[in-house]
T-cell receptor, first 111, second 114 residues
Framework: GQQVMQIPQYQHVQEGEDFTTYCNSS?????IQWYKQRPGGHPVFLIQ?????EVKKQKRLTFQFGEAKKNSSLHITATQTTDVGTYFC???????????FGSGTKLNVKP | AAGVIQSPRHLIKEKRETATLKCYPI?????VYWYQQGPGQDPQFLIS???????DKGSIPDRFSAQQFSDYHSELNMSSLELGDSALYFC?????????????FGQGTRLTVV
């Protein structure tokens, strides 16, 4: 079945360093969404990418959707302690009733 | 704006007991997903419903069942609870037919089996 994997599973960075998490799907996705889950909280929607090769930016966050619509990345420039949390990618398969979550990357930022 | 409501927020049950978790989606959302998130783990897809019919099934144990009602709320019924069922259970809702709609998550029900 469809699988969405993320790497790395954990990332520890010093405040001010950059961070990137990668998301890969076994099959083509109709869209890619990114969520952030703070410790003890629930996943909160960050952004959605739809087009092949699409790139979107939110302040220090840059999101990219691969040309084949099977992979995506989230890059954070100059991390801050407020960036701590787990970042999940997710997407719909060709059947929009199927919504797949990535395995998540847990980011820890040391001040 | 109304969000996804889950109840109860916390639940403590003993082994072999049953539990019912409820999820009220955002108005006009017709698709509900259930996820189980163990400590330090990513959410594992359990089951989803679209228009009151089961649309997809993930790693849901046979001891669990779920349904979506005419008002689109959903209930996850868990029987013969085991210690390993202790987890945070999220539901999420989306609106199908609206291509590329985001999923809204409830705050989750934390189930502790003792």
């Amino acid at each position: 079945g469809q699988q969405v994997m993320q790497i790395p599973q954990y990332q520890h960075v010093q405040e001010g360093e950059d961070f990137t998490t990668y998301c890969n799907s076994s099959t083509t996705l109709s869209n890619i969404q990114w969520y952030k889950q703070r410790p003890g909280g629930h996943p909160v929607f960050l952004i959605q990418l739809v087009k092949s090769g699409e790139v979107k930016k939110q302040k220090r966050l840059t999101f990219q959707f691969g040309e084949a619509k099977k992979n995506s990345s989230l890059h954070i420039t100059a991390t801050q302690t407020t960036d701590v949390g787990t970042y999940f990618c997710a997407g719909h398969g060709n059947n929009f009733n199927k919504f797949y979550f990535g395995s998540g990357t847990k980011l820890n930022v040391k001040p | 704006a109304a969000g996804v409501i889950q109840s109860p927020r916390h639940l403590i049950k003993e082994k072999r007991e049953t539990a019912t978790l409820k999820c009220y989606p955002i108005p006009r959302h017709d698709t509900v997903y259930w996820y189980q998130q163990g400590p330090g783990q990513d959410p594992q897809f359990l089951i989803s419903f679209y228009e009151k019919m089961q649309s997809d099934k993930g790693s849901i144990p046979d001891r669990f069942s779920a349904q979506q009602f005419s008002d689109y709320h959903s209930e996850l019924n868990m029987s013969s609870l085991e210690l390993g069922d202790s987890a945070l259970y999220f539901c999420a809702s989306t609106r199908s037919g609206a291509v590329n709609t985001e999923a809204f998550f409830g705050q989750g029900t934390r189930l502790t089996v003792v």
